[in-house]
């Protein structure tokens, strides 16, 4: 079964400032998709950005960007120019047949 | 569009009680999945269905069933409640493997 594994439960940034949120997994499969979600305290699930495994090219969404390692099986969140509305809980995601989740990384913003 | 319906938002049930939650989406979507979170774990997935008629086990399924005979409902049942159920539920849609999921706005259940 495929496994998504977030190492860092909490993590901390200066407004302005960049962070990167880790995320593996674990796989057998060739072809599937990565997506990281966010979670505000609404416990509303806002798609951040996703990336294709069959694409070698990072995904970039604005301040957001991917750092895809296949080989690795890794699939970290860099947040660039941090703002005080990304404070949220993270949540990297697997889909093959189903869609896997991490246990999260809660992100924490100072002014 | 409504995008996808779960009630309901709260309840409160005492052990060994039965109940369905439930699912509904607008969308024609053939994926349709049920996920638990607690703290510190994440979203679990508890069962998954990839088109009406068709259902399988995720996660955590142990508790609980599912069945779709629409493609627009996915109900969630929990045979005999326990402490150990309490928790948030999201029920959640989608289309191809390389869309976004929606999600459903959650039911906090509690069990006494």
């Known amino acids: 079964a495929q496994t998504v594994t977030q190492s860092q439960p909490e993590m901390s940034v200066q407004e302005a400032e960049t962070v990167t949120l880790s995320c593996t997994y674990d796989?057998?499969?060739?072809?599937?998709?990565l997506f990281w979600y966010k979670q505000p305290p609404s416990r509303q699930m806002i798609l951040v950005i996703r990336?294709?495994?069959?694409?070698?090219q990072n995904a970039t969404e604005n301040r957001f960007s991917v750092n895809f390692q296949k080989a690795a099986k890794s699939f970290s969140l860099k947040i660039s120019d941090s703002q005080l509305g990304d404070a949220a809980m993270y949540f990297c995601?697997?889909?093959?047949?189903?869609?896997?989740f991490g246990a999260g990384t809660r992100l924490t913003v100072k002014p | 569009n409504a995008g996808v319906t779960q009630t309901p938002k709260f309840q409160v049930l005492k052990t060994g009680q039965s109940m369905t939650l439930q699912c509904a989406q607008d969308?024609?979507?053939?994926?349709m999945s049920w996920y638990r979170q607690d703290p510190g774990m994440g979203l679990r997935l508890i069962h998954y269905?990839?088109?009406?008629?068709?259902?399988d086990q995720g996660e955590v399924p142990n508790g609980y069933n599912v069945s779709r005979s629409t493609t627009e409902d996915f109900p969630l049942r929990l045979l005999s409640a326990a402490p150990s159920q309490t928790s948030v539920y999201f029920c959640?849609?989608?289309?191809?493997?390389?869309?976004?999921?929606?999600f459903g706005s959650g039911t906090q259940l509690s069990v006494l």
């Open positions: 959640a849609s989608g289309q191809g493997a390389s869309e976004k999921l929606f």
């Open positions: 995601a697997y889909r093959s047949n189903d869609m896997r």
């Open positions: 796989t057998s499969e060739s072809d599937y998709y």
């Open positions: 990336q294709e495994a069959y694409k070698q």
């Open positions: 969308m024609n979507h053939e994926y």
């Open positions: 269905s990839v088109g009406a008629g068709i259902t």
